[in-house]
């Protein structure tokens, strides 16, 4: 055991290993974060955003929280605390912000372009927070990566029809974001990330829930249209999107989530052409190939300096690569 384990260090097939995961885990997340804006417009279709959002939680909380309790599991208050600061700031804050935005009028790529200032925000924050400093190369990369997403949502970025102040609301929620993804970063809670999920989305449930009920909002459409939507964005919105980002920010870092989200005004331009038949504007498609560019620009990692290898003795039975 002690020979196959150093066999395999020293060839590198543990760290090509990880560096699959990681690919697999980005992929993953790009996919499914996206899809959350293809659910909001099949959801908003038949029931105001505070519905959709309320019933959305309502599921995910049920279904979460009751693997929990097959499952045994038990949080202490702190965790708790902890856990529901996360999720009011990357959840309740971020998709509030979001989703209320574009329901006052501002153009859905404002409010993309507006999101895609995260990974900047993020990269400043973790390097005076975190210690996650950037090269030269990987800020370069995130410009290239922000002037790709405008590129992208060219078509639809505008003042619309919002008053002034409904444009702070995608501000806040990426800021929320921002936040919540650092001081997750920072904390590095012991609670793995189903727990972390769970107790995110049981506590952000209860609040989306108190929102839709003040504003008489709280009661679904029996249109079937509209649980095929809440089923969607619990799935692959919830699970698999807030799921995935979860992971990646704990096995990468906030600095390579955040630049993953790059990619998901491209990806929720192919799931609009897929869905709807929206077709894409004139820029979308050099600015995707400027977004691809930025993210391998600020992802590719930094060159290690080559170690000597180490001697080894004849006959020590120390296998060679």
Known sequence: MLIHCEYTDRCGYLAGMNRHADAAAGAALVVMWS????????????????????????????????????????????????QGTLGLLC???????????????????????????????????????????????QRAGLVLGLLGVALVVAGDVGPGSAPWWAFLLPIGGMAALSAGTVLERRWRPAESPL???????????????????????????????FWWAVAWVVVLSTFGGYGTYLLV??????????????????????????????????????????????????????????RPAPLVARGSGTPRC
Do not use: K, N
């Not at 029931?47 to 019933?55: C, E, K, R």
């Not at 999920?197 to 049981?202: D, F, P, S, Y």
């Open 35 to 82: 899809s959350g804006f293809v659910g909001a417009e099949l959801g908003t279709r038949y029931a105001p955003a505070d519905t959709l959002l309320a019933w959305r939680y309502i599921v995910a909380a049920a279904l979460l929280g009751g693997l929990a309790a097959v499952l045994g599991t038990r949080l202490t208050p702190r965790a708790l605390l902890r």
């Open 195 to 225: 727990e972390s999920l769970t107790a995110q989305t049981v506590l952000t449930a209860g609040v989306f829930v108190a929102l839709a009920g003040a504003g008489g909002h709280l009661q679904p459409p029996a249109d079937p249209g």
């Open 249 to 306: 920010l704990r096995r990468s870092g906030a600095v390579r989530v955040s630049t993953l989200l790059y990619l998901t005004p491209p990806t929720t331009m192919v799931w609009a052409f897929v869905m709807f038949g929206e077709v894409p504007g004139p820029l979308a498609v050099p600015g995707i190939a400027i977004c691809a560019v930025g993210v391998a620009m600020a992802l590719r990692p930094r060159v290690p300096q080559p």
């Open 91 to 137: 959840q309740f804050l971020y998709l509030g912000g979001v989703v209320f935005g574009v329901g006052l009028g501002v153009p859905a790529g404002t409010t993309a372009l507006i999101a895609a200032v995260q990974p900047l925000v993020v990269a400043v924050a973790a390097g005076a927070v975190l210690g996650e400093r950037i090269g030269p190369r």
